[in-house]
């Protein structure tokens, strides 16, 4: 079974106007300028989401790790959050920039 032009739809639909031809499918390009948009807000956006998922990372591996020991090794509480606290401020460390020099 094949579609037909009285069987319309969204996909088979042809854009064309009363006068029968082609509709353009959008206005010129001339009213877009290369570099003259204003993007801080873009900027700022990018690198609030890059630090959330970066502190995000590092609070969801630490408390993977402090849980981990905790429960599922003889580590017992205190040697987990010994850890835990040693992989968090090297973590802070290493994120802040300070191993990078």
């Known amino acids: ?14 854009n ?3 006068k029968g031809s082609p509709k353009p499918m959008a206005s010129k ?5 290369r570099g003259d948009m204003e993007i801080s807000e873009q900027v700022s956006t990018y690198h609030a ?9 590092l609070a969801i591996g630490d408390a993977v790790l402090f849980l981990t020991l905790w429960f599922c090794t003889g580590a017992g509480f205190l040697g987990a959050l010994i850890t835990a606290v040693v992989v968090a401020v090297l973590g802070v460390f290493f994120l802040r920039g300070g191993g990078a020099h």
């Open 49 to 57: 989401v890059m630090s959330a998922s970066k502190w995000g990372s």
């Open 1 to 14: 079974m094949s579609l037909s032009g009285a069987a319309v739809s969204c996909s088979t639909r042809r």
């Open 29 to 33: 390009v001339s009213e877009y300028h």
């Open 16 to 18: 064309v106007s009363t």
